[in-house]
């Protein structure tokens, strides 16, 4: 369904049920609400499950991302979905970059959020440029993160529309090696979906800033990547928020997108070798931040599903849902 708010018209797909308590699914970065295709399919009665395509993702308007908000461009469209649907509080599941975004709303409207399920998500304090378990910054300005750091050539593919798996970068290929650590079914119905993303300064990767310091780039002030660059995006305060309800934190034991030595964080790739010049900024520690803010925040369960990268939804289908039901019973 099509669903006008005075923000934007997003896309939203529907599970069999349209009655049940509301559960809100949120994809990643490079993909769309298809990406929950199979689990909106699968929720039991009692549940009624929705997913929506984030501005500039799937089929909801190319709209802009305001990337000095971090990520409330993308939180606030969910909040005023939420409130045109007349949905009430809503449990909410967010994926990768999805994580985040579900920590923001929750950040900014405790009292909409049920039940909180975080799959793989992006540390609380953005991607890359920063260090230790508080998530210091490396830089003041951000440096090592922002749009900057995309691979050209990916972004290119995917402006293309590249189903192929000719270079490292294709899609596709990027898909086998990141987003899961084995083969999964419908592969073309997933590499599709990552070439819905809108590609360009205003969406992804954003504008490219560069800096002085190693490694030459820092945040700008449009587009995805730079709002989730640690200057912009930057969650200290989570365990503030009252009500506080329960977060389930369910993580793949291979993942190599969100780690604590993630070969998509430039300052790895520097202590590798990849990228020379590095000074020795050590790799942001993506899992531990996020376990140190869960800590302060109380009322977590971590769990961690071996023989699984980025997104346990689509390598252990049965057991991610097994563990979202579990949770969001235990909030009846």
Same mark, same amino acid.
């Given at each position: 369904m099509k669903v006008a708010t005075s923000r934007l018209t997003q896309n939203v797909l529907e599970g069999p049920s349209a009655?049940?308590?509301?559960?809100?699914?949120?994809? %990643?970065?490079?993909?769309?609400?298809?990406?929950?295709?199979?689990?909106?399919? $699968?929720?039991?009665? +009692?549940?009624? &499950?929705? /997913?929506?395509?984030?501005?500039?993702?799937?089929?909801s308007d190319p709209a802009p991302v305001d990337a000095t908000r971090g990520l409330r461009d993308f939180s606030d469209d969910l909040t005023e979905l939420v409130e045109a649907m007349e949905l009430g509080p809503v449990h909410l599941v967010g994926w990768s970059m999805g994580g985040g975004v579900v920590m923001q709303l929750l950040r900014d409207r405790p009292a909409l959020v049920r039940s909180l399920t975080l799959v793989n998500p992006v540390s609380p304090y %953005?991607?890359?440029?920063?260090?230790?378990?508080?998530?210091?910054?490396?830089? $003041?300005?951000?440096? +090592?993160?922002? &749009?900057? /750091?995309a691979n050209p050539d990916f972004v290119a593919r995917l402006a293309k529309g590249d189903?192929?798996?000719?270079?490292?970068?294709?899609?596709?290929?990027?898909?086998?090696?990141s987003?899961?650590?084995?083969?999964?079914?419908?592969?073309?119905?997933?590499?599709?979906?990552?070439?819905?993303?809108?590609?360009?300064?205003?969406n992804y990767p954003g504008d490219a800033v560069t800096s002085e310091a190693w490694p030459g780039v820092r945040p700008g002030a449009r587009g995805v990547l730079n709002a989730l660059a640690p200057t912009h995006f930057r969650l200290d305060d989570l365990h503030s928020v009252e009500p506080r309800p329960p977060i389930l934190w369910i993580r793949g034991a291979d993942d190599v997108i969100v780690s604590d030595a993630s070969p998509f964080d430039l300052a790895q790739l520097g202590l590798l070798g990849v990228v020379p010049g590095?000074?020795?900024?050590?790799?942001?520690?993506?899992?531990?931040?996020?376990?140190?803010?869960?800590?302060?925040?109380?009322?977590?369960?971590?769990?961690?599903?071996?023989?699984?990268?980025?997104?346990?939804?689509?390598?252990?289908?049965?057991?991610?849902?097994?563990?979202?039901?579990?949770?969001?019973?235990s909030r009846r």
């Open positions: 009655e049940g308590e509301p559960v809100l699914f949120v994809h %990643g970065n490079v993909s769309s609400a298809a990406f929950w295709r199979d689990t909106l399919a $699968a929720m039991p009665e +009692g549940y009624r &499950a929705l /997913a929506a395509d984030l501005r500039g993702f799937g089929d %953005g991607y890359s440029g920063t260090e230790g378990p508080d998530g210091l910054l490396t830089h $003041a300005d951000g440096t +090592g993160a922002g &749009a900057g /750091a189903m192929s798996d000719e270079a490292p970068t294709s899609p596709r290929t990027v898909f086998r090696t987003y899961v650590a084995g083969p999964v079914a419908d592969e073309d119905f997933y590499v599709a979906s990552m070439l819905t993303t809108r590609v360009g300064e205003d590095s000074p020795g900024t050590p790799a942001q520690p993506m899992v531990t931040q996020t376990r140190a803010a869960l800590e302060r925040y109380g009322d977590y369960r971590e769990v961690v599903l071996a023989v699984c990268g980025h997104s346990p939804h689509l390598e252990h289908p049965e057991e991610f849902r097994r563990l979202l039901v579990e949770h969001l019973q």
